[in-house]
């Protein structure tokens, strides 16, 4: 077998993932202002097909949370029967379906035109307020949805605690200056966050594996440390986590990269969280081609590989490393800014794709 590492199983629980590649969750904006599932989006995850683990992008929890009028929901139980649907997908394509619960906090998409009197920075105060008196009901919304996800067919459900939303903003103290028991010590600014992973923990019981995508540093070295993040890790798997999904908290920390390593900064923070907790740690970043993703996995820089612009790039990433051809994979060209976050059809790959079907 060309790749004995990246396609040997995974027992999760009492899930079983045919391999180590997942699909990270990778916002599509293709709902309308529903948030409800679209046939485009039931598209894009068949076409997908082949990772041991596709984890449906962020799906926000409240519409006040959403970080476009466009992105995917699980803010009533209306958005059930379309979530089973992907679910359903996903699962005839082979994998073991999880699903991100997001909310951006303070980043939140606010409509300019009720709004735009006010200077920017009212606007944050003002919804930092608004997260000051509705913690209650976010940890509710996440609950809610965690239910729904469950109804839904899912099997993983991760929250979203990383790059620079809701969870990031209470664990950095650049970001949460508050002075109740939210803010101030580490135990402070992480408890939000913990009570949230218990009530959905509670929500899913044994019928779903909760989980979290948890930025374990940031940028700043005076934000969330990489010494909390580590700490924030090994509290997550005493909750009882069985998973943990490792990225970066507000903004890419470059102080993990090693002269001279083949791997992303993102993947070293990943490492570092595999080196303090037992339970598997999703990483990545980066990944373009299965000979690294094996690599990274004989290195033991995490239990999971997870390829996100590649999949985007060539969705049969998965299905090519599978049948051990790596060189018919349409590789992604990392442009600056990818287009999958604006307008795919100008992702340059996709349209390579297109020329030679
Ligand atoms: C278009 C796009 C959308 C993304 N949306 C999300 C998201 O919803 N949630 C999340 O945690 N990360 C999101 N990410 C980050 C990816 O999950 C992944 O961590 C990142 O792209 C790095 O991996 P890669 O180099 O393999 O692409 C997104 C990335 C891209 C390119
Ligand atoms: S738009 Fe560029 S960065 Fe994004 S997936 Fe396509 S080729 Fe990769």
Same mark, same amino acid.
């Given at each position: ?50 990772? #041991? ?39 005839? *394509?082979?994998?073991?379906? *999880? ?149 970066? #908290?507000? *903004? ?32 990545? #970043? ?37 049948? #051990? ?33």
């Amino acid at each position: 077998m060309k790749y004995p590492l990246l396609l040997t199983p995974l027992q999760i629980d009492n899930l079983t993932l045919s391999n180590r590649i997942v699909m990270p969750p990778m916002v599509t904006f293709l709902s309308e202002d529903d948030g409800l599932v679209t046939q485009a989006h039931l598209e894009h995850y068949e076409r997908s097909s082949g990772p #041991g683990l596709v984890i449906v992008e962020g799906t926000a929890v409240l519409p006040e949370g959403r970080i476009s009028r466009r992105q995917l929901g699980i803010c009533s139980d209306r958005h059930i029967e379309g979530l089973a649907r992907l679910a359903r997908i996903i699962h005839a *394509g082979g994998a073991i379906a *999880g699903i991100q619960l997001h909310h951006a906090g303070a980043t939140a998409f606010v409509e300019k035109k009720k709004y735009q009197h006010f200077l920017p920075i009212l606007f944050r105060l003002w919804k930092q307020q608004i997260m000051v008196s509705g913690l209650i009901r976010i940890r509710e919304a996440f609950r809610n949805a965690a239910r729904r996800a469950v109804e839904a067919g899912f099997d993983i459900i991760e929250i979203h605690g990383a790059h620079g939303y809701l969870f990031s903003q209470f664990l950095s103290p650049l970001k949460n200056w508050r002075l109740d028991r939210y803010g101030g010590s580490l135990e402070n600014r992480r408890r939000f966050l913990l009570e949230v992973f218990r009530a959905i923990s509670l929500e899913t019981a044994d019928r779903a594996v909760a989980t979290c995508r948890l930025g374990i540093a940031d940028r700043n070295r005076m934000g969330f440390r990489l010494s909390e993040g580590l700490s924030t890790a090994s509290t997550f798997e005493g909750e009882g986590a069985k998973l943990l999904d490792v990225s970066f #908290g507000s *903004g890419i920390p470059n102080f993990v990269q090693q002269d001279g390593s083949p791997y992303s900064g993102r993947l070293h923070l990943a490492h570092e969280a595999k080196m303090v907790v037992g339970i598997p740690v999703i990483g990545g #970043g980066g990944i373009r081609h299965p000979d690294l993703a094996e690599q990274a996995l004989q290195d033991s820089m995490a239990d999971l590989i997870y390829v996100g612009r590649g999949i985007l790039a060539d969705p049969a990433w998965a299905q090519k490393t599978i049948e #051990g051809k790596p060189e018919s994979i349409i590789p992604c060209r990392n442009c600056s800014f990818c287009f999958h976050f604006t307008d795919s059809s100008k992702c340059p790959a996709r349209r390579q794709r297109r020329l030679k079907k």
